[in-house]
C-alpha cells in the first residue's frame, strides 16, 4: 500500500490530542494517517490545486468548470452599449 498524501487548505494551528500544538501552512503536503488529518480533516484536501509548487501547463480534465468566462474587453468589431453615469 503506498502512502497518500493531502494538502493543507489554509493555515491554522492544530492542536493535538499528546498537547502539541502544530503550525500547519496553506499547502503543506501531509500523509493522510497523520493525527494532524484526524484532529483537523476539514483543513487538508486531496485536491492536487492545494500542493505547493504545482506546476501545470493546462488544467487537467476533471478540474474543468462548464462556466464560460465572462470578457471584460470587446472583441475586434464588437461594440459595447456601456455607459458611464
Known amino acids: 500500500m503506498s502512502t ?4 493543507a487548505m489554509g493555515t491554522d494551528s ?6 502539541v500544538t502544530v503550525r500547519v501552512q496553506r499547502g503543506a503536503m501531509v500523509p493522510d494517517t497523520d493525527p494532524l488529518v ?6 487538508f484536501s486531496a ?4 500542493a505547493p509548487n ?3 501547463t ?3 480534465e476533471e478540474f474543468r468548470e462548464d462556466t ?3 470578457t471584460a474587453t470587446a472583441a475586434p468589431g464588437e461594440r459595447r452599449n456601456a455607459r458611464r453615469p
Open 38 to 43: 484526524r484532529a483537523r480533516p476539514d483543513l
Open 68 to 70: 464560460p468566462v465572462e
Open 14 to 19: 492544530v492542536h493535538l490530542p499528546t498537547g
Open 58 to 60: 493546462e488544467v487537467p
Open 47 to 50: 485536491d492536487p490545486r492545494y
Open 4 to 7: 497518500q498524501f493531502v494538502f
Open 54 to 56: 504545482l506546476l501545470a
